[in-house]
């Protein structure tokens, strides 16, 4: 922390004696603020000084920290997720916007937070978090901890993929690749598969002769908790483009 103390022309930063011609001088201190937040506000005794030949005058500047400004303390408690896994949390309001990943204990200005915490993939597998969002209200010099839980997201879900457009008795050739291994698909079909993102081949196919092309030729499809995701190809031949 640096003052800033102005006598006459004279700009101080800490205690000193000065000599000055005779006369009367107005000391003024200026507010100092910390990145971290904290104001000190100054107390200035003896100004103005009369200076005198011969004499000694006296000011004293007392700085205080204002109490509205002193910081609070939060406390991101992560837990649930297997060693290894970091979260993704978010911390955003009156004193900017922080990303914290493990258990963390922030330094921050009063104010009102909005804590996010987002869904984590790790080995394959997808870990929730709870409470997702919430807000909370920092007092000055307070200190409060709040608790993000990841669980895994249990369960086996579906993904059901569709082909159109070949003719009867024929097989499409689709490759989906993910979280739970490689499947080759030749025909219509749902799959049991873990949480997370898959990526899908498809490609193309001879019918007597006939090359078939797939639409779209592959993609990526989020399987998540709560629905059954669909992903569908269309075949058609060159003859008919």
């Known amino acids: 922390m640096e003052a800033k103390v102005k006598v006459g022309d004279k700009t ?5 004696v000065l000599e000055l011609p005779e006369g009367t001088y107005e000391v003024v201190a200026e507010r100092v603020a910390l990145a971290t937040g904290e104001v000190y506000a100054p107390t200035v005794e003896g100004s103005p000084a009369k200076v005198e030949y011969g004499k000694e005058a006296r000011v004293s500047v007392v ?4 109490p509205n400004t002193k910081p609070a ?19 955003r309001g009156t004193g900017g916007d922080k990303v914290v990943k493990t258990t963390t204990w922030l330094t921050l200005p009063a104010g009102i937070y ?10 394959g597998e997808r870990y929730i978090p ?7 209200s920092l007092a000055p010099g307070s200190s409060v901890s709040k608790g993000v839980r990841y669980s895994e997201a249990t369960g086996k879900l579906a993904l059901s993929i569709q082909f159109q457009g070949a003719p009867a008795g024929s097989q499409g050739y689709l490759v989906v690749s993910g979280p ?5 698909v030749n025909n219509s079909a749902v799959l049991t598969l873990s949480p997370g993102t898959y990526v899908i081949t498809a490609y193309s196919v001879a019918v007597g002769g006939m090359p078939y092309n797939p639409n779209p030729p592959g993609g990526t499809v989020e399987v998540q908790v709560g629905g059954t995701a669909t992903f569908t190809v269309v075949y058609s031949s060159r003859q008919s483009q």
């Open 114 to 123: 909005v804590i996010e915490a987002s869904p984590v993939v790790y080995v």
């Open 130 to 136: 709870t409470p997702q969002a919430e807000s909370v």
């Open 12 to 16: 101080l930063t800490s205690s000193q």
């Open 63 to 66: 700085y205080a920290l204002d």
């Open 73 to 91: 303390t939060l406390a991101i408690v992560i837990s649930g997720l297997p060693e290894g896994a970091e979260g993704s949390v978010r911390v």
């Open 180 to 184: 739970s291994g490689n499947f080759i």
